[in-house]
């Protein structure tokens, strides 16, 4: 098993997932199973390919850089969980991360 | 009477020009087929009552933003998520004077290959209401084989669009990379998102392609396209035709798959195109694990933005990093918490180099397959999807049996490639899909084609139950 439970719990305090225990279970098997098939990719010899990161070969695309006006505050606001005047409002980040 | 089960979209559009029906009445004409039929398949999310726009009607996929629309993904972490911009691709067809009518049902953010992870219930095939329609388009692909839109577009990461037009008898395009805009679609996998047309006719699916693709300077990966020609004619006269041997004998496609794909390449040979064999050796064979790293990667990056801050869900905590974390666990469904799993892992310190970095080394070995191919070819045929529909339910306890679905898609989007899927018979009564895959920027030559052996093909789009 690549995977063990820490991982699992190592991974998701990475991902910003709160998971249940369920689904801590359930992942565990899950991921060991995908990461089997997956790990295939391992069997080939590819120390002198180059990585493909992207299809196509375009390079710096640029633009002139003019000033445009940007979205209305109230359009950036207006889905927005909790605003406070010009600012969207979260709870404190004090705490010590996760 | 306007029988939305057969009209075409050219044909709507020419009935507009020549004042046959009015915009109104071809709208009102798809909202009764709606209202008739949508309670069953279920391949609408949202519906739009008003458009002031006068030209053909149309559906998109809710990865679409919509100015003004309310868009989901698919998922509950963006339930009730209004957008206050368009995608360029909406905007385009608001340019060309399409009519919206609302969006379309996926798997939650575009994962999946059956739409049964969708946060809001699975869409139905309309051939058979107890099979998957495909996905993650398969809204898109079931209202367009019902009648219930003309045209859709839908967006193809690993075979999106692909697969579930196969799987609904429809014409799907899967573009070359760069071509169309993803300003304002919700992100995937971004080296390997794509949006395209579902059609019922290779022509309509030009026409599409047509008003949605070229350049966009709020989108740095789109290039200049060269110009769409309309397809005509009948022959494949002068077409040199490959059959990648992996891609049509893979492990689990079904026998009446590959009988009536069989079928439509001893056609190509009839309508003068020259056919022959070739090899890929190993995209195939490595493709769907190379998709499986590079994606969910991707996916885990694009989708650390759902976090609570600016828009969308948000579950209430005391410190700001459980409510990120506690938001994130609510509105995450099974698969998209599964792919930022696997992602994260697979970019996380001391397994980079062995799970992403190996997998973009296959990228590239399966560019120089399809690129020897293309030396030879013009044009690579194979099945779309392995299977006819399958069952609602038959896959969704075992994620990588659902994965496989698109083992026949994953090689020529992971090289970028343009694919057309167009419908080439029925197996168990159920549509087959034909995979039409060309060099990047060939979607003219894909049309061509598509067209001339849909016309060969003579295929009725109608489902059978419908007619």
């Not at chain 1, 305090?13 to 991921?31: F, H, K, N, S």
């Not at chain 2, 009518?101 to 059956?114: C, Q, V, Y």
């Not at chain 2, 398969?138 to 045209?151: E, Q, R």
């Not at chain 2, 293309?374 to 994620?399: H, I, M, Q, W, Y």
Request: glycine share 10%; aromatic share 6%; proline share 7%.
């Amino acid at each position: 098993m690549a995977i063990k439970r820490d991982d699992v719990l190592h991974v998701a305090a990475l991902a910003r997932l709160e998971l249940t225990e369920d689904e801590i279970t359930r992942l565990e098997t899950q991921l060991n199973d995908i990461l089997e098939a997956v790990g295939k990719v391992s069997e080939l010899d590819l120390a002198d390919v180059p990585p493909t990161s992207h299809p196509l070969a375009v390079v710096n695309v640029f633009r002139a850089d003019e000033p445009r006006p940007s979205l209305p505050l109230e359009d950036v606001f207006a889905n927005a969980p909790e605003r406070d005047g010009d600012y969207f409002r979260v709870p404190p980040t004090g705490e010590t991360e996760a | 009477m306007i029988d939305t089960l057969r009209l075409t979209a050219e044909e709507a559009r020419r009935m507009l020009d020549d004042n046959e029906v009015s915009p109104r009445e071809l709208r009102a004409a798809y909202r009764e087929a709606i209202d008739a039929h949508d309670g069953e398949l279920h391949c609408y999310l949202t519906l739009v009552d008003e458009d002031e726009n006068d030209g053909v009607p149309i559906a998109l996929k809710d990865v679409i933003s919509t100015e003004g629309v309310e868009t989901t993904a698919g998922s509950k972490i963006l339930e009730g998520y209004v957008p206050v911009f368009d995608s360029t691709v909406a905007a385009r067809c608001k340019a060309a004077g399409l009519q919206l009518l609302g969006k379309t049902n996926l798997d939650e953010f575009a994962m999946g290959s059956s739409t049964e992870n969708s946060g809001y219930g699975p869409s139905k095939n309309p051939w058979d209401p107890t099979r998957v329609p495909g996905g993650s388009g398969g809204g898109s692909a079931a209202a367009v084989s019902a009648g219930l839109a003309p045209w859709a577009l839908g967006s193809d990461t690993g075979g999106s669009i692909k697969q579930p037009s196969s799987l609904c008898g429809n014409v799907g395009l899967r573009p070359t990379y760069g071509t169309v805009s993803r300003y304002g679609i919700v992100a995937l996998a971004s080296s390997l998102d794509q949006v395209g047309p579902v059609t019922k006719t290779v022509r309509d699916n030009a026409l599409l392609y047509g008003i949605i693709s070229g350049r966009d300077e709020c989108d740095s990966t789109t290039v200049d396209v060269p110009p769409v020609q309309l397809p005509d004619a009948r022959d494949l006269k002068g077409l040199r035709i490959g059959v990648p041997k992996e891609l049509n004998e893979a492990e689990g496609i079904e026998p009446g798959v590959a009988e009536s794909v069989r079928r439509a390449i001893d056609l190509c040979t009839e309508l003068g195109a020259d056919v022959d064999e070739c090899e890929l050796p190993r995209s195939v064979e490595y493709g769907l694990a190379c998709y499986y790293l590079i994606m969910p990667a991707e996916a885990s990056s694009n989708l650390a933005r759902y976090d609570g801050v600016r828009y969308a869900l948000r579950k209430e905590a005391d410190g700001y990093y459980e409510m990120v974390s506690r938001t994130r666990d609510a509105g995450f469904g099974d698969e998209p918490k599964r792919r930022i799993m696997l992602g994260t892992y697979a970019l996380s310190a001391g397994y980079y180099e062995a799970y992403y970095g190996q997998a973009q080394k296959v990228r590239t070995i399966i560019f120089r397959e399809f690129d020897a191919a293309f030396e030879r070819f013009d044009v690579l045929v194979s099945p779309t999807s392995p299977t006819v529909a399958f069952r609602l339910g038959e896959k969704t306890e075992n994620p990588l049996a659902m994965y496989v679905s698109d083992v026949l898609t994953i090689p020529p989007n992971m090289a970028g490639l343009p694919g057309l899927s167009i419908p080439c018979g029925l197996s168990e009564g159920l549509p087959v899909g034909l995979q039409l895959i060309g060099p990047q920027f060939s979607e003219n030559t894909l049309f061509r084609a598509g067209h001339a052996l849909e016309q060969a093909i003579g295929f009725d789009t109608v489902p059978e139950r419908l007619r």
